[in-house]
């Protein structure tokens, strides 16, 4: 498949790791930010390629697994109001909260529709005019323009039936945080390129300079984590500390300007908290007051009861370590047991980047090997 076969060339891998051999002198620990990276390095045995003095430890760039459970909770009595349609991704579903999860809502005869754009939620509100048609605004930067053009849309519409339960966060104030950690050995980045497709890479300069760390946008093919690695390893045997652009053939500098400009139309920075690690400052989005017609928060305040991150807390999910690089899942005593995909603990078990659902999927059968 042209595009993609390119970048899963054995040749080309096994030319990049001899690289990689080659230049590293000194041991470096690299954090991929992004699950979906975090899948394809598992999959392929990506880490297994590298020396032994580099260490790739697993970021908090799965936005399902950092959704609060309190936010869940809310999610699940939103959905079950007879009223309401609630229209969510499908990977949102089996993420547990407190006590159920919006899978179990549907099964009690919640009206829970899978959607593939938040387009879609806006036909339905057009074709369900009687009902509230709530959409879950789940994700990283990457989706943030598509929900915001949901927003737009209704209200060039005139839905007054339409609103968001939003839950979007956002990577640089996580990279911080985790830098800013006194548990923090992350010495460089390999940051995510769908995030950068549409925000560029700009914001990530001064984070770059403050922290004296290495950051390369980075595909998720093979070939193109190994190529990040390389460009980290180099910066750092070289006392360098810049941002690089490993793909390129998608990202630009300032990403999509069209893209960034809905995205500040309808939303503005809010901080947020983020689950297993706690409330990150200006770490989110909401609602800038114009739309906050469209806030399902608002709309519904006195139909829900807003749970505190104090009253649901995970008693036995290491999620909070692992989203933070300083666990590998197979670590956790309830991997595989206690935890698993039919079962899980956490919501890391359970999506599709979760870094769990990752090891559990291709390396159910390690030893774990302790904290890192």
Known sequence: MKYVDEFRDPKAVHALSREIHRITCHPWTIMEVCGGQTHSIVRYGLDHLLPAAITLIHGPGCPVCVTPIELID????????????????GDMLRVPGSHEDLLHVKAQGGDIRIIYSPLDAVGIAQNNPHRQIICFAVGFETTAPAQAMAVLQARRLHLSNFSLLVAHVLVPPAMEAILSSPENRVQGFLAAGHVCSVMGYDMYEPICLR????????GFEPVDI??????????????????????????????????????????????????????IPESGLQLRQ????????????DRIHLSSPANALESECQSGRILQGLMQPSACSAFGTRCTPDHPLGAPMVSSEGACAAYYRYRHHEVASGEI
């Open 74 to 89: 809310t999610a699940c009595q939103l959905a079950a109001l007879p009223e309401v349609i609630f229209c969510s991704f």
């Open 211 to 218: 922290y004296r760390v290495p950051i390369v946008v980075t």
């Open 226 to 279: 190994l190529e990040g690695v390389q460009l980290v390893v180099a910066q750092l045997e070289e006392g360098r500390h810049e941002v690089g652009n490993q793909y390129a053939r998608s990202v630009h500098r300032s990403g999509n300007l069209e893209a960034r400009k809905v995205v500040d139309e309808v939303f503005e920075s809010a901080s947020r908290n983020w689950r297993g690690i706690g409330v």
């Open 290 to 301: 114009p739309f906050a017609d469209f806030d399902a928060l608002r709309t519904f305040k």
